[in-house]
């Protein structure tokens, strides 16, 4: 039984795309594990940006930063 948890920052992500990923996930693992879907179980967890850490800071402010200077 495939467990697969996939991470990702809460930030406009869709139900089509989270429902795609899990598609392909699960097409990926039956394709090349010869994993069975119906057992094959897909959870997204979505983390805010403020409780997402990256290059010493929180995302959040990463992407302020990044901003700020794309409009310097």
Known sequence: M???SVRITRDG???EQKAQ?????TETL???LNKR???THI???EVDTD???YAGMTTTEYRRQLAER???
């Open 2 to 4: 495939p467990f697969v």
């Open 13 to 15: 992500v869709t139900a």
């Open 37 to 39: 879907p119906d057992l």
């Open 70 to 72: 794309g409009q310097s």
């Open 21 to 25: 990923v899990i598609a392909e996930i």
């Open 51 to 53: 409780n997402w850490g």
């Open 30 to 32: 039956e394709r090349v």
């Open 43 to 45: 959870v997204i967890e």
